[in-house]
């Protein structure tokens, strides 16, 4: 059993930046290839980015691309994802998500372990 606490969303002005955590509980962490989404008000849950086990490998979506990175320390159990360049539209809980397999996933039936999710709230 994994449990996964994301932490600081907050609110930002358009343009600004924060970095998000995802510390997880487990020993198998770093077998486990991670992902972030999003849910804006009213929206279903969407991708926004996976990293492999080992870091080597990410995606992102196209709508973040260029502006997001995601990235992991396993010897700190924690996935991060730093959001550069932030729009409007980029307001959402975000989650943090395992899957207890090493290859990227893309969708939500990818993943096994769920985060509670933080607010990120990007002002114009």
């Known amino acids: 059993q994994v449990q996964l606490v994301e932490s600081g969303g907050g609110l930002v002005q358009a343009g600004g930046s924060l970095r998000l955590s995802c510390a997880a509980s487990?020993?198998?962490?770093?077998?486990?290839?991670m992902g972030w989404f999003r849910q804006a008000p009213g929206k279903e849950r969407e991708f926004v980015s996976t990293?492999?086990?080992?870091?080597?490998?990410?995606y992102y979506a196209d709508s973040v691309k260029g502006r997001f990175t995601i990235s992991r320390d396993n010897a700190k159990n924690t996935v991060y994802l730093q959001m550069n360049s932030l729009k409007a539209e980029d307001t959402a809980v975000y989650y943090c998500a395992g899957r207890e397999r090493s290859g990227l996933g893309y969708v939500l039936r990818d993943y096994d372990y769920w985060g509670q999710g933080t607010q990120v709230t990007v002002s114009s």
């Open positions: 990293i492999s086990w080992g870091g080597s490998r990410t």
């Open positions: 487990g020993r198998t962490f770093s077998s486990y290839a």
